[in-house]
């Protein structure tokens, strides 16, 4: 049995992964800034502060998956907040290539965003390929992905899954979206224009198993589902899956930017992001239609 230590899994998405890779016969095990004896899976401290870090968590590890990094959506970001963001992503990676001892692991797997590609809206359907962005969410990728290929000296390969919003029906970025809507004055936000990447969370989780289990997956990825879908049309079908209309008019965007400052631009901008390279891997997603990923996570009206 292989042994996966994911950072950030107490988190809404390393929850799901790790109950996936249990079921897959994978031995799972959790870094977290806090213990208190009670988790579900083996769980071992780290301190970025005090660079300590619980060194049995890395006996006998196969594979991580580094999924730990501050939420850049929650607050405005202030000039201290902007240093947290970073470092909650890019110094954990040090921190965990210096304790790894000489054996190499079967591979690293590092979430990253489609931020890498600037947060902006534009004609284009951006590809693994295509040049970085210039903005802030733009930078913390590009140097999220730096630091986590500088893990190919301990890990026979790396991965890193470039994610839109994740959707899932127990919290992230559709909870605050419907819980407006279920009160009855959810809107589009801004021009409602922007495009919303999305993927659904299950297929989110097979795809990093993929990426375990499939020695060829090597590089970067985006992990987005096929369809390019407006934050106006996102917004549509939340509320046509809770029986709501829309009454409310679109929130302008100068309200969004008084209220988030300079956060506000992951709300008011947003590009189509291509996926044909997952599709070229021979990975196939469940929840490639936004009505049907709502639907599973939901119900039907």
Not at 94 to 117: E, M
Not at 251 to 277: C, H, T, W, Y
Request: charged share 20%; hydrophobic share 40%.
């Amino acid at each position: 049995m292989e042994t996966v230590l994911i950072t950030g899994g107490s988190g809404l998405i390393g929850q799901a992964l790790s109950e996936l890779l249990v079921k897959n016969d994978y031995a799972v095990r959790h870094l977290s800034r806090t213990v208190s004896g009670n988790e579900k899976y083996p769980t071992f401290r780290w301190n970025l502060s005090s660079q300590d870090l619980e060194i049995e968590a890395l006996k006998n590890v196969d594979h991580i998956i580094h999924l730990a990094g501050e939420n850049v959506g929650e607050g405005r970001w202030t000039s201290e907040r902007k240093k947290r963001i970073l470092s909650s992503r890019v110094d954990t990676i040090n921190l965990l290539q210096n304790n790894l001892n000489s054996n190499p692991l079967k591979s690293f797997i590092s979430a990253s965003g489609i931020s890498y590609y600037g947060t902006k809206t534009t004609e284009t359907i951006f590809k693994e390929q295509d040049s970085k962005g210039t903005d802030f969410l733009a930078d913390i990728s590009v140097q999220w992905e730096k630091i986590a290929f500088d893990m190919n000296s301990k890990a026979q390969r790396v991965v890193a899954l470039r994610t839109g919003v994740v959707l899932s029906s127990k919290g992230g970025a559709l909870e605050k979206l419907k819980k407006p809507i279920k009160m009855g004055f959810g809107s589009a936000l801004g021009s409602g224009k922007q495009y919303m990447p999305w993927i659904h969370i299950d297929d989110l989780c097979q795809l990093y198993l993929a990426a375990l289990k499939d020695n060829k997956y090597n590089g970067v990825y985006n992990a987005v589902s096929s369809q390019h879908t407006t934050n106006l049309e996102m917004t549509q079908a939340v509320a046509k899956t809770f029986g709501k209309k829309l009454w409310a008019p679109k929130v302008p965007a100068f309200a969004l930017k008084l209220l988030f400052g300079e956060m506000a631009q992951i709300i008011l901008q947003g590009s189509r992001i291509d996926n044909s390279k997952i599709k070229k891997m021979g990975f196939s997603l469940q929840f490639d239609a936004l009505e049907n990923a709502l639907t599973d996570l939901f119900g039907k009206p």
